[in-house]
């Protein structure tokens, strides 16, 4: 398997401009998690789907930030309008079950200027 | 809440020396641990899982503790290389799917 995937892997774009970012998880994984980095705060888990159902969305910052996952192979983050501070790293991770080894993807390094 | 500090958050080492990087959490009702590995730029690397019934987990050069009475999981590397130059990072579950992740140590290897 190749990994989970993400895409794009940078993203710079302008304050106010709509951001979507997009992930494959591995085949076979039932559970998807979205997780942000930053210098400040580390990593923090955005939002989980199992099954791809929204289990857990506490993390998401703002409803500027919303997320989708329509199968099994793929999910979207998306932000709406962008700003400076969500500026970051974003990975994508996904798991067999919840409870097992999260592998993640290389991240999509996202600049709003 | 579960809290994840990791000592050193900086380490310089001689290339052939061993690594040891300390984790400790503070919520010891924990099903599992993970190790990972981020180089520059890059994503996190899954280097091993423990499960809570472990007592370590070995894998090549790398073996990792793991004590859940007192919080704790260390991170051996044996006979490090210029190429083990990055962050390692633990994780711990805080609940059924959430990891808690520590900052991380920088570990330098010098030629």
């Known amino acids: 398997d190749a990994g989970v995937i993400q895409s794009p892997r940078h993203e710079v774009t302008e304050m106010g401009q709509e951001v979507t970012l997009r992930c494959k998880p591995i085949?076979?994984?039932?559970?998807l998690f979205w997780y942000r980095q930053t210098m400040m705060r580390g990593l923090e888990l955005l939002i989980y789907?199992?099954?791809?159902?929204?289990?857990?969305d506490s993390g998401m910052p703002e409803d500027r930030f919303s997320a989708k996952m329509p199968n099994a192979s793929f999910s979207t983050l998306k932000i709406q309008p962008s700003e400076p501070r969500d500026s970051a790293v974003y990975f994508c991770a996904s798991s067999q079950t919840g409870r097992t080894e999260a592998f993640f993807g290389q991240g999509t390094r996202l600049t709003v200027v | 809440k579960q809290e994840v500090t990791q000592i050193p958050a900086a380490l310089s080492v001689p290339e052939g020396e061993n690594l040891v990087l300390n984790c400790s959490f503070t919520d010891s009702a924990i099903y599992n641990l993970q190790w990972f590995r981020q180089d520059p730029g890059k994503g996190l690397t899954s280097l091993l899982l423990i499960q809570s019934s472990q007592r370590e987990q070995t894998s090549g050069r790398l073996n990792a503790s793991l004590d859940k009475s007192s919080g704790r999981s260390t991170l051996y590397i044996a006979a490090s290389q210029p190429g083990d130059s990055a962050t390692y990072l633990c994780a711990v579950p805080s609940n059924d799917y959430k990891l808690s992740f520590g900052a991380g140590t920088t570990v330098t290897v010098r030629a």
């Open positions: 789907f199992n099954n791809n159902v929204p289990i857990d």
């Open positions: 085949s076979g994984h039932n559970s």
